[in-house]
């Protein structure tokens, strides 16, 4: 049983489109995260939410849109796609807030932007 | 703000010797310092962490790591690789002055038979 998952694995879309990729968790933890890896496997965070409430948001274009209907979920929207948005993106997990919890990752959603 | 300098993005060991990666943090406080694992496809798995007391920590699969302050490094080693050791391994750092981790550039290791 997947800890972390998203969905979809791959997503090949075109310029300008809207697309969104969900994340479910089944750990009971508070806090979900979404990060970019980009081709260079740089790692980078783009959002955090404790129990459904925005704690950190990093320098993002306000394309990117996450959505926490619940603390199991945190879905991300992007808008007007762009070729740079092309990258992997990871949904994380832990118990909570606090940085020194470990943080439990899914297996990546590949985007790639034509 | 907290960074990680990962020394080296490609490191290449034969089976069964040691496996050495190179991490350096920066952070004005004191750290809170892991390693992450990624094998190919997948998402990123803890090795281990170092949060207070003790500067050695084991972690899974025979990996271990060492906290030097003196030296603001906190390197991974395996006495000896396995083949199913090729992946890419992360440095990360964090502290009480922020909510978020910051990880380093990442090294990729292959593991020659």
């Known amino acids: 049983d997947t800890a972390v998952s998203q969905t979809p694995k791959y997503l090949v879309t075109q310029m300008g489109n809207d697309k969104s990729i969900k994340c479910e968790q089944n750990?009971?933890?508070?806090?979900m995260y979404w990060y970019k890896q980009d081709s260079k496997k740089f790692l980078k965070i783009m959002f955090s939410y404790n129990n459904k409430e925005l704690i950190i948001n990093e320098t993002v274009p306000n394309r990117f849109s996450p959505k926490s209907p619940d603390k199991a979920h945190l879905n991300l929207h992007i808008n007007s796609l762009e070729l740079g948005d092309s990258a992997v993106y990871f949904c994380?997990?832990?118990?909570?807030?606090?940085?020194?919890?470990?943080?439990?990752f899914g297996a990546g959603t590949r985007l790639s932007v034509l | 703000a907290q960074s990680v300098t990962q020394l080296g993005s490609h490191v290449s060991v034969s089976e069964g010797a040691l496996v050495l990666l190179r991490c350096n943090y920066s952070s004005s406080v004191p750290p809170y310092l892991f390693w992450y694992v990624q094998y190919p496809n997948q998402g990123l798995q803890l090795l281990l962490k170092y949060t207070t007391g003790a500067t050695l920590v084991k972690g899974i699969n025979g990996f271990e790591a060492e906290f030097k302050k003196s030296e603001t490094s906190f390197h991974l080693t395996k006495p000896s690789a396995h083949m199913s050791d090729a992946a890419e391994y992360f440095c990360?750092?964090?502290?009480?002055?922020?909510?978020?981790?910051?990880f380093g550039a990442g090294t990729t290791v292959t593991v020659r038979a």
């Open positions: 750990l009971g933890h508070d806090t």
């Open positions: 990360a750092v964090s502290d009480n002055n922020d909510y978020k981790l910051s």
């Open positions: 994380a997990s832990s118990q909570d807030a606090r940085v020194q919890n470990i943080q439990y």
